[in-house]
């Protein structure tokens, strides 16, 4: 069974450009989560996506978005980079079965903001 | 405001010992545990997991166990390999919802 797969896994954008990532679930899960890791915040919720719709939304500006396609795929999109936007985005997703919150990560997308 | 802290950074244990790694917690609304490893350029893999209505979880060398009035957890390693050389997050859960809250980390190394 493949994991969660995240593209791209490291790219270099400069401060004011956006940037889309992407992320394709386990096979079968329909819950899709983004998280940002920063060494000084740790990992940090940004949203959750179940059946195309964000159920749940961290504590982030609204630069940060993301969608849920109908194939469960989710991207997360960031407008108007900043430095501090310099980060590893995790995705993970879940069957939403389970109530045990369980998440399989993915190896993220590091992203290094110029 | 940290809801769920792990106050140690680091870590360093001899193999065969145990390690025990430890985490507190704010938000008595959390009413799920979980433990994730992580290794370098990988994304965090899911150890074990408690809920709230228990004290005690185990699954092979691993344990967590739970101290609701206290609010914290700890997660034992028992005994200690160098292959469990990583970094340790503990995430707390509201109503089972999907959203975690994760603590800092702690970098474990095991000492051959």
């Known amino acids: 069974k493949a994991g969660v797969t995240q593209t791209p896994r490291y790219l270099i954008k400069t401060r004011g450009q956006q940037v889309t990532l992407s992320c394709s679930p386990i096979s079968g899960h329909r819950s899709v989560s983004w998280y940002q890791q920063t060494p000084g915040q740790g990992l940090q919720f940004l949203f959750e996506?179940?059946?195309?719709?964000?159920?749940n939304k961290g504590n982030f500006p609204g630069r940060f978005s993301g969608r849920q396609f109908s194939n469960s795929r989710s991207e997360m999109n960031v407008s108007t980079l900043e430095l501090g936007d310099s980060a590893l985005y995790l995705c993970a997703s879940s069957s939403r079965i389970s109530n045990t919150g369980e998440l399989f990560f993915g190896e993220g997308s590091r992203l290094t903001v110029l | 405001d940290q809801q769920v802290k792990q106050n140690s950074p680091s870590l360093s244990v001899q193999e065969g010992r145990i390690s025990i790694l430890n985490c507190d917690y704010t938000n008595s609304m959390f009413d799920y545990f979980l433990w994730y490893k992580k290794y370098p350029a990988e994304g965090p893999t899911f150890l074990i997991s408690?809920?709230?209505?228990?004290d005690k979880n185990e699954d092979g060398r691993f344990t967590v166990f739970l101290n609701k009035s206290a609010k914290h957890l700890s997660l034992h390693i028992v005994p200690s390999q160098p292959g469990d050389s990583a970094v340790y997050f503990c995430?707390?859960?509201?109503?089972?919802?999907?959203?975690?809250?994760f603590g800092s980390g702690t970098q474990l190394t095991v000492l051959p």
């Open positions: 408690i809920s709230s209505i228990k």
């Open positions: 995430a707390a859960s509201e109503d089972s919802a999907r959203q975690l809250t």
């Open positions: 996506y179940f059946s195309e719709t964000q159920r």
